[in-house]
């Protein structure tokens, strides 16, 4: 099944659109470039955004990668206080991790560049814009997590 050739051109225009919105949202969280985090750190640590307690089974499923994998890249983070660990009572065979000092601290500052990006940017769009956006990003979530 085809793409009708204008559309197909709109796709590779909204790819160009969010790589354009990358390289200008960039500089705004540079000063998060100095924690010397890798990517799959950071991207573990914006998972605490979405919900404050996570298992290493859930980490590695969102993530799509082993929980051998993931205990390692934690086991980094913990030692660097980005994270902490809780025997889960129920089950002592599993930790509940949640955000330590510098995890929280690293929060912070994600909230602190999104709340100025919302005031001085974001603002300046019409709600009903806004809500536009947010469906289309909705609707492409679900189409990506459904052809995993």
């Known amino acids: ?12 225009k ?6 354009e919105m990358d390289l200008l949202l960039a500089k705004y969280f540079r000063e998060l470039s100095n924690s010397g985090l890798t990517y799959q750190q950071e991207q573990i640590l914006l998972m605490f955004k979405k919900k404050e307690t996570w298992t290493v089974t859930e980490i590695a499923g ?5 929980k051998s994998a993931i205990s390692q890249v934690l086991k980094v983070l913990e ?8 025997k889960n009572p129920s089950n002592l065979r599993e930790s509940f991790i949640s955000l330590d000092g ?10 602190r560049i999104e709340d100025s990006l919302a005031q001085n940017y974001f603002s300046k769009i ?6 536009v956006i947010t469906r ?7 189409e990506l997590q459904k052809n995993k």
């Open 136 to 142: 289309v990003f909705d609707t492409l979530i679900d």
């Open 14 to 19: 909204m790819y160009r659109q969010i790589d």
């Open 126 to 131: 019409e709600e009903e814009d806004l809500m």
């Open 102 to 111: 510098k995890g929280t601290e690293w929060s912070l500052m994600i909230e």
């Open 62 to 66: 969102k993530l799509e990668v082993t």
């Open 1 to 12: 099944m085809g793409i009708h050739t204008a559309k197909t051109k709109m796709i590779s």
């Open 79 to 86: 030692q660097q206080k980005y994270i902490t660990r809780q």
